[in-house]
């Protein structure tokens, strides 16, 4: 059974940079689609980015040219770059893998404040 456990959360002033990254278990890594998803309070679950197999990535309008995804398939990890962070970048992030079905990794929180 797939695991997912990201990391890097955490408190950052507004203009700061974070990088999440996301490890997985199991053996079908190199040929899911990873992506990372956000929550805020009071709001649905979004998509902010993701990367195929192939290394093809989509981005969340709100975050181009401020996020970068990318993904290191011998380390199983996925990671998120998050430069130029605004206080609507607050969310719980989460991590996802799809390969024939979706997994979820338990989030990490993210807070952009002064």
């Known amino acids: 059974q797939v695991q997912l456990v990201e990391s890097g959360g955490d408190l950052v002033q507004p203009g700061g940079s974070l990088r999440l990254s996301c490890v997985a278990s199991g053996s079908s890594f190199s040929l899911s689609t990873m992506g990372w998803y956000r929550q805020a309070p009071g709001k649905q679950r979004e998509l902010v980015a993701d990367i195929t197999k192939s290394g093809t990535t989509t981005y969340a309008d709100s975050v181009k040219g401020r996020f970068t995804i990318s993904r290191d398939n011998t380390k199983k990890t996925v990671y998120l770059q998050m430069n130029s962070l605004k206080p609507e970048d607050t969310a719980v992030y989460y991590c996802?893998?799809?390969?024939?079905?979706?997994?979820w990794g338990q989030g990490t929180q993210v807070t952009v404040s002064s």
């Open positions: 996802s893998q799809y390969f024939i079905g979706r997994t």
